[in-house]
């Protein structure tokens, strides 16, 4: 699929400072990659960096992505974005914190999906560094 295919705010029902996904880099039908840059208008950000917990929220938004095209492209607009963090079934953060202006690329892979049921691996980076690995389970209305 191509990346702007869709604008982020069609696949997204979050806005302003909770929007956090700033670019679709890639999507396919397995798989979405996203860029953010950390800013100081974010949730958990104290001076100068954000909480590796923000993370999860990321990789909630971007795998989002790759589910709202799917919702678009199999029961149409009126369908809806909206979708929820059922449970964190792991967070591993290998970052204390992430400092405002870094660069995050988050990749989301669908590992298990069951009506609308879905269990999401993703991997964050910052500078080819590994910042978390994380299990989610989520939710489309």
Not at 9 to 16: A, E, G, I, Q
Not at 127 to 140: C, G, H, K, R, W
Request: charged residues 20%; proline residues 4%; aromatic residues 6%.
């Amino acid at each position: 699929m191509n990346p702007t295919e869709f604008p982020i705010k069609d696949l997204l029902p979050h806005r302003n400072r909770m929007l956090l996904v700033e670019r679709i880099l890639e999507v396919n039908e397995f798989l979405s990659v996203s860029s953010a840059v950390v800013g100081d208008h974010w949730p958990l950000v104290c001076a100068g960096s954000a909480s590796p917990i923000v993370m999860v929220e990321l990789a909630a938004q971007t795998a989002g992505i790759n589910n709202s095209i799917k919702r678009l492209k199999t029961r149409g607009k009126e369908d809806g974005n909206m979708g929820w963090i059922a449970g964190v079934k792991s967070a591993v953060f290998h970052m204390d914190s992430l400092p405002v202006g870094a660069t995050l690329i988050t990749r989301t892979q669908n590992s298990f999906a069951f009506e609308d049921f879905r269990e999401v691996t993703a991997t964050v980076t910052l500078d080819e560094t590994v910042a978390a690995e994380i299990t989610l389970q989520l939710v489309s209305a």
